[in-house]
C-alpha cells in the first residue's frame, strides 16, 4: 500500500471508512431486530395483557433511524463530505483573513 499515490491512498481510506460506517449501522439493525424480537417474546409471554415492549422498539428506533439518516446520507449535514467541504471553506477563510 505504500506504493500507492496519494490520491489512491485517500480515496482507500475513504472507502475503508465508508464501510465501517456500512458495516456499524448494519450491526446496529441486526441487534435493535433480534432484541425487539426477543423483546415481545417476553412481553407476550409474562404479560400479555399490557405491551411494554412497544416502548423500547420506539426510543430505540429512533435512535436506529437517525443512524441510517447519517449513515446514508439523506440530510446533507450529517455526512463526511459536508464536514470536509465545511473544514476546508472554514480553513479558506482562515488564510484569507490571514493574508495583509
Known sequence: MSSTPPDDRERYERARRRVHELRA???????FVGVNIFLH???????????????PLLG???GL????????????FTGKD?????????LD????????
Do not use: M, Q
Request: hydrophobic share 45%.
Open 60 to 62: 430505540w428506533g429512533i
Open 65 to 76: 433511524v437517525a443512524h441510517g439518516i447519517g449513515t446514508y446520507r439523506w440530510l446533507p
Open 41 to 55: 417474546v417476553i412481553n407476550f409471554v409474562t404479560a400479555p395483557g399490557k405491551y411494554w415492549a412497544f416502548w
Open 93 to 100: 477563510k482562515d488564510r484569507g483573513a490571514r493574508s495583509p
Open 25 to 31: 449501522f448494519y450491526i446496529h439493525l441486526t441487534v
Open 82 to 90: 459536508w464536514e470536509e467541504r465545511k473544514i476546508r471553506e472554514l
